[in-house]
Structure formats: structure tokens, C-alpha cells
């Protein structure tokens, strides 16, 4: 167990429709980051919330938005999905303010849209 | 921003023999670079981590070796096993507003180790 949650572990669900995933970070970490994981390709990075806050933003899709709250755990929220949005989502949990010390990832949500 | 490029895509050898991953990025203001190995189905777990102001880092049979002025790092397996099996990613720190963010990964080496 590394410590980040994530949930649900598995999700199926038809185009067209909304999810939301959910992250909780390491105890004591204050920076969440989002990332996509394809088949076969990299992981992308989605975004980044720092103690409830946006700090930065990668290839996020418009139809993408997420948020930390003050507990500081965090959603993913995937909406109008698309056959190509089926994916792993990571998030990962860092402790420096900075994000310059590695991250520790969760075991993912992986997504299938139908 | 940071841009990573990660080579080989694939890589073979037998068990026993050295592999070498590479990547190159193009942020010079980057100063943290993470390796990554991913086991099929699994989250993405820290293996080594280098940062600018040094040159080379070991663990057991795993070194990284950074060259700032070129700007690459590699990993490079040493007696490689079937368990190290799996993909590694490398990555790199990229800065914004004049402080370190998020990580910018490569595409990943699948690494296979024949017995």
C-alpha cells in the first residue's frame, strides 16, 4: 500500500456520460497530481492542486475538470466521455511543496467507456 | 515547457547482460530527474531519483548518471534479472513562475529480460 487511494478500482460506463474519480493523498502530502495513462502510451499529465488550490495544468481536455477539497483529497471529474477518454487515471501524491521529490502514485482508476 | 524524449521504446536482453535506458529533455531550469519502473497493471513505483548537483547516483544494481550540459540522463541495469521485467519511465521536474512543478515523463522503455 503506497499510501494514495484512489477510487473506484474499475469503472464502466457508456459515452456520453460523467464519473468522477477520487483521490486521496498521502497523509501529510499537500500536492495532487493527475495523470492519463493510455494503452501502450505514456503517462500524461493532467493537473496539479497544491493545498486546495491549481497549480498547474497539462493536456487537460475542456470536458476535464478536477478539484481539491479542504480535507485535501481530490476529484477527477470526466464528463461527455468518449470511446478515447478509456484509460488508467493515476494520481500521485507528493510531500514537497515544490513537487521536486518523487511522487508516490496510487493503483489507479482504470476507465472503460462502451 | 518541458519536453522528455525517451529511448529505446523497446529493449531485450538476456538475463545476466547490462541495459541502458537514455532520455534527453529540454527544460535546462529542470534539476530533479526520477526513473520509474511499472509492472503490467501497476502504478508507476520510484526506483532511483537524481538531482542536478550531482553527477551519478547507484543502488545495488541500478545507477543514474546525469549530464547537465548535454542534457540526458540514463539508467543503466547492471546483471539483469526476469523480475526486472516491466516499463521504466524517466522524468523530469519542469518549472513554472520561477518554482519546481510537476513531472514530465518520458514515453517508457519496455525492458525484457530473457532467462
Known amino acids: 500500500d503506497s499510501g494514495v487511494t484512489q477510487t473506484p478500482k474499475h469503472l464502466i460506463t457508456a459515452t456520453g456520460q460523467r464519473v468522477t474519480l477520487r483521490c486521496s493523498p498521502r497523509s501529510g502530502d499537500l500536492s495532487v497530481y493527475w495523470y492519463q495513462q493510455s494503452l501502450d502510451q505514456g503517462l500524461q499529465f493532467l493537473i496539479q492542486y497544491y493545498n486546495g488550490e491549481e497549480r498547474a495544468k497539462g493536456n487537460i481536455l475542456e470536458r476535464f475538470s478536477a478539484q481539491q477539497f479542504p480535507d485535501l483529497h481530490s476529484e477527477l471529474n470526466l464528463s461527455s466521455l468518449e470511446l478515447g477518454d478509456s484509460a488508467l487515471y493515476f494520481c500521485?501524491?507528493?510531500?514537497?511543496?515544490?513537487?521536486?521529490?518523487?511522487?508516490?502514485f496510487g493503483s489507479g482508476t482504470r476507465l472503460t467507456v462502451v | 515547457g518541458e519536453n522528455v524524449e525517451q529511448h529505446p521504446s523497446t529493449l531485450s536482453v538476456q538475463e545476466g547482460d547490462s541495459a541502458v535506458i537514455k532520455c534527453t529533455y529540454s527544460?535546462?531550469?529542470?534539476?530533479?530527474f526520477p526513473w520509474y519502473k511499472q509492472e503490467l497493471g501497476k502504478r508507476p513505483q520510484l526506483i532511483i531519483d537524481?538531482?542536478?548537483?550531482?553527477g551519478e547516483k547507484k543502488d545495488q544494481r541500478i545507477a543514474v548518471t546525469l549530464n547537465k550540459t548535454a542534457k540526458h540522463f540514463s539508467l543503466h541495469i547492471t546483471e539483469t534479472q526476469p523480475e526486472d521485467s516491466a516499463v521504466y519511465f524517466c522524468a523530469a521536474s519542469e518549472r513554472y513562475g520561477g518554482s519546481q512543478g510537476n513531472l514530465i515523463f518520458g514515453k517508457g522503455t519496455k525492458l525484457s529480460v530473457k532467462p
Open positions: 527544460d535546462s531550469a529542470s534539476n530533479y
Open positions: 537524481i538531482r542536478s548537483n550531482v
Open positions: 500521485a501524491s507528493s510531500g514537497d511543496t515544490l513537487g521536486t521529490y518523487g511522487y508516490t
